[in-house]
């Protein structure tokens, strides 16, 4: 095993059994920034173990990030036009599903 992988290991084994103070305390030294309020302990441990592998191991590519942006965008862009229509009702052509259907005789 490559002592890269070595360390990232012993680093994740540690995490396990830190608390969810020293999970924040390490958040904010690989992130430099303080963890979002309320975020439960196991996000705290996903964010820090991205990053604690996106060093060694590379992050995200170029082209990977690009489309994560452009797929952002878009959602905003959605986002703003929904909000501008008014939410989907089951009478408008939005709503995909049929009425259902009732039963008079009762």
Do not use: C, V
């Not at 999970?23 to 904010?28: C, Y």
């Not at 964010?47 to 942006?69: C, F, M, V, W």
């Amino acid at each position: 095993m490559a002592k890269s992988s070595i360390d990232i290991a012993e680093s994740l084994a540690r995490l396990s059994a830190a608390t969810i103070f020293e999970l924040r305390g390490e958040w904010r030294r690989l992130h430099r920034a303080p963890p979002p309020m309320r975020l439960s302990r196991d996000l705290l441990m996903r964010g820090i173990t991205y990053k604690l592998q996106e060093g060694p191991l590379g992050g995200l590519s170029k082209s990977i990030i690009r489309k994560l942006e452009r797929l952002n965008l878009d959602s905003e862009a959605s986002d703003a036009q929904g909000a501008l229509m008014g939410p989907a009702r089951p009478d408008s052509g939005a709503w995909n599903r049929r009425p259902a259907a009732f039963d008079r005789r009762l």
